[in-house]
């Protein structure tokens, strides 16, 4: 068992350096969760609050329903990953591993035995004799994991432990650390400020912004019900495009802007009741701009800026007089720089936001 739990923690450094606000988090036991948000919006210093590597301003810290908000890191039975590696540069990669568990006064045999099983599921049985400086970034990665795993942790703690690697590797290590998860069945908080790990990677992910909890979700909800402007604009690659404009209804309902009309079909008009004749924001995924090629009901015409292709996808950047869109289109057809697009959005997929809350206007349910 290995449940953690954050009870309204907040963290401020000096006098008012806000960085972590009134996080409360229930991380289930052999959950795979991960912390996503940009820069400086307070994951490492949760992480580090969970490691007691960061003694919280207010709150309190529960790992397996015991109170360890006092307690040193080294009696947490946590094992933390940092993006930089933080090897011992002077020791061999064995030593390195091994180091923690000397501390812990193991005997030899089994610190041989633990080295052996996590090189073996590591693959780093030929690095054994190495020093980290004539390793590899991801060989580095591999033995900063491994010193990890040695430990045999309740809970494995990542800090963007990827982010030094190029992109290629990050890809490849994504899916190793996944498997990692599937095989040791343990709790692992993993940060990162790159949603594609995060929606590929955690059973549920935080989103964090300005030190705050913006949504927890799993990855598909997250996408398709976000609960706020941010998260639909984090969340997605290319990004949601978010439109201002108005509800207005006569016999239909639209969503109107001094550029285009879009019919509202029935099923969400009732929501949008409240705000007929009110701004709205309107957001679409790439994907749910469909080309068509006639000027059909609820369709509207922009002109192609930039056209990228992806191999499998064609991402299209467009102009709507002046305001900028992107779709996602399938790469079967040829798109050119300059031409007019006919495009129909797919009005059910989107999401509504209210403008002075930014929240999610909830139309589904
Ligand atoms: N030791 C510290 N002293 C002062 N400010 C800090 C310290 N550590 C972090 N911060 C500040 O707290 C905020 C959150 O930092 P951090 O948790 O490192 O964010 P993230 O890991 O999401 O990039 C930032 O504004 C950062 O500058
Ligand atoms: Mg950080």
């Keep these: 068992m290995a449940e953690v739990r954050l009870e309204h923690i907040t963290k401020v ?26 820069s400086g919006c307070g994951k490492s210093t949760v992480l580090r609050t969970i490691a007691g590597l960061e003694e919280p301003t207010d ?4 790992i397996d329903k015991k ?21 011992y540069p002077h ?59 040695v430990r045999n942790p309740k809970v494995f703690l990542f800090d963007e432990p990827l982010s030094n690697l190029d992109a290629k590797l990050r890809v490849q290590m994504r899916a190793e650390l996944s498997k990692l998860h599937n095989r040791l069945q343990v709790t692992m908080i993993y940060v990162t400020h790159d949603q594609t790990e995060a929606m590929t990677m955690g ?35 290319p990004s949601m495009n978010f439109l201002q404009g108005r509800i207005i209804s006569n016999k239909k309902t639209f969503f109107k802007n001094e550029i285009i009309r879009i019919a509202i079909n029935e099923g969400f008009v009732k929501r949008l009741h409240p705000f007929i004749n009110r701004e709205i924001i309107w957001g679409i995924r790439p994907e749910h701009l469909i080309p068509v ?45 300059g031409e007019e697009l006919q495009l129909k959005p797919l009005i059910e997929k989107s999401n509504f936001f209210n403008p002075e809350t930014e929240k999610r206007i909830e139309i589904n349910s």
């Excluded at 289930?28 to 940009?38: N, R, S, T």
């Excluded at 709150?59 to 529960?62: I, Q, R």
């Excluded at 000397?102 to 089994?110: A, G, H, M, V, W």
């Excluded at 000027?295 to 900028?324: C, H, R």
Aim: with cysteine; net charge positive; hydrophobic share 40%.
């Design 13 to 38: 450094f000096g006098k008012e350096i806000v960085a972590v606000k009134d996080i409360n988090l229930k991380i289930k036991d052999k959950e795979f969760i991960v912390l996503v948000g940009p």
């Design 59 to 62: 709150g309190k810290v529960y």
């Design 67 to 87: 109170d360890v908000t006092d307690v040193p890191p080294k009696n947490r039975d946590v094992a933390m990953v940092f993006q930089n590696y933080a090897l």
């Design 91 to 149: 020791m061999t990669v064995y030593d390195n591993m091994a180091f923690g568990l000397k501390l812990r006064r193991f005997p030899k045999s089994e610190i041989e035995k633990r080295i052996a099983e996590t090189s073996d599921i590591l693959g780093i049985e030929d690095l054994c004799r190495r020093r980290p400086k004539e390793l590899s970034g991801g060989e580095k990665q591999r033995v900063a994991v491994g010193r990890a795993i």
């Design 203 to 237: 059973d549920r992910i935080v989103v964090l912004k300005d030190g705050e909890v913006q949504q927890i979700a799993d990855p598909i909800n997250l996408y398709n019900n976000p609960s706020n402007i941010f998260v639909g604009g984090f969340i997605g690659s």
């Design 293 to 337: 090629s006639k000027t059909i009901e609820g369709s509207f015409k922009a002109t192609i800026s930039v056209v990228e292709p992806m191999g499998n996808e064609i991402f299209l950047y467009l102009d709507l007089q002046g305001m900028e869109l992107i779709a996602r289109v399938q790469s079967h057809l040829s798109y050119k720089v």
